[in-house]
Nanobody, 119 residues
Framework: QVQLVESGGGLVQPGGSLRLSCTTSAFSAYWMYWVRQAPGKGLEWVSHIYIDDGSTYYTDSVKGRFTISRDKAKNIVYLQMNSLKSEDTARYYC??????????????WGQGTQVTVSS
């Protein structure tokens, strides 16, 4: 069974940067997603990447600030987060979707990594 392990979260001041990593034993999927959940809020899709050609997609609130990438040789997906804002505070999850998408009950989730943006 594919496992996902996120790392790289932490406490950062507004305007700062963090790089999240998602390590997996194998991509074994066409897409990989980053999804976040802010305190008291629902799950929010942040970004996803097509593993094969590296095509990327972002939610509007992070465009121009976040960059998703992948290292196919190491089976790692990254999320570079720059110009962080307080509203980026959330637990960030790496998700391997099924053909039904990231919300599928059979999607694979990591344990998440906490990102807190605060002065």
């Amino acid at each position: 069974q594919v496992q996902l392990v996120e790392s790289g979260g932490g406490l950062v001041q507004p305007g700062g940067s963090l790089r999240l990593s998602c390590t997996t034993s194998a991509f074994s999927a066409y897409w990989m997603y980053w999804v976040r959940q802010a305190p008291g809020k629902g799950l929010e899709w942040v970004s996803h990447i097509y593993i094969d050609d590296g095509s990327t997609y972002y939610t509007d609130s992070v465009k121009g600030r976040f960059t998703i990438s992948r290292d196919k040789a190491k089976n790692i997906v990254y999320l570079q987060m720059n110009s962080l804002k307080s509203e980026d505070t959330a637990r960030y999850y790496c998700v391997r979707p099924t053909a039904a998408g990231w919300k599928s009950a059979f999607a694979t989730w990591g344990q998440g990594t906490q990102v807190t943006v605060s002065s």
